[in-house]
């Protein structure tokens, strides 16, 4: 099972100011099969990135995501007021599927 | 458009069974995995199994083995997860979720149901 590793665990920081949320694998991951998801209170995730760094339909521009092998990145260029949420990353690579722990940014 | 209907929420005691269903509609059925993941409170998100609603094949994580049954009725458009010998760790929130696509790469989740809340208490 290959093991993902969010950090940090609580990011703290001001709109309009950029995030970096990091993600390791505990093995290398085909940059095909890479994801990020947002969650909001209350409500179902959805998707922003897959394939490492194809923003889904809808996503706004101030998201990306890079990274290969074993660590990979979510930036959110300036951050808006709807911003500061959790947000998980995903391989899809090699069943079973697996979630990092999720990051939570909040408004320092 | 894709949408994913859920079962409402359910209340069980230790040692029962829920089963929570996803209706699926917008696309063809039959096409697309689904999964199935949970959400317990205040914790991340957690790959239940999965199922090709094509031949009814599933796969489920090993934690849940022996535990997890999922089933479809292609004639509804319904993919049902039961989840047996409840314990008071499995209340959580089950969410449906379909791939976005036929290809390997495309198996990352476009599409979530609204989620079911299942409660186990005694």
């Known amino acids: 099972e290959i093991v993902l590793t969010q950090s940090p665990g609580t990011l703290s920081l001001s709109p309009g100011e950029r995030a970096t949320l990091s993600c390791r694998a505990s093995?290398?991951?085909?940059?095909?099969?890479f994801a990020w998801y947002q969650q909001k209170p209350g409500q179902a995730p959805r998707l922003l990135i897959y394939g490492t760094s194809n923003r889904a339909t809808g996503i706004p521009d101030r998201f990306s995501g890079s990274g290969s092998g074993t660590d990979f990145t979510l930036t959110i260029s300036r951050l808006e007021s709807e911003d500061f949420v959790v947000y998980y990353c995903?391989?899809?690579?090699?069943?079973?599927?697996?979630f990092g722990q999720g990051t939570k940014v909040e408004i320092k | 458009q894709v949408q994913l209907v859920q079962s409402g929420a359910e209340v069980k005691k230790p040692g029962a069974s829920v089963k929570v269903f996803c209706k699926a509609s917008g696309y063809t059925f039959t096409r697309y995995y689904m999964h199935w993941v949970r959400q317990a409170p205040g914790q991340g998100l957690e790959w239940m199994g999965t199922m090709n609603p094509s031949g009814g094949g599933t796969s489920y994580a090993q934690k849940f083995q022996g535990r997890i049954t999922m089933t479809r009725d292609t004639s509804t458009s319904t993919v049902y997860m039961e989840l047996s010998s409840l314990r008071s760790e499995d209340t959580a929130v089950y969410y449906c979720?379909?791939?976005?696509?036929?290809?390997?790469?495309?198996?990352?989740?476009?599409?979530w149901g609204q989620g079911t809340l299942v409660t186990v208490s005694s």
């Open positions: 093995q290398s991951v085909s940059t095909n099969y």
């Open positions: 995903q391989q899809y690579g090699n069943s079973p599927w697996t």
């Open positions: 979720a379909r791939v976005a696509g036929i290809l390997g790469t495309e198996y990352y989740f476009g599409y």
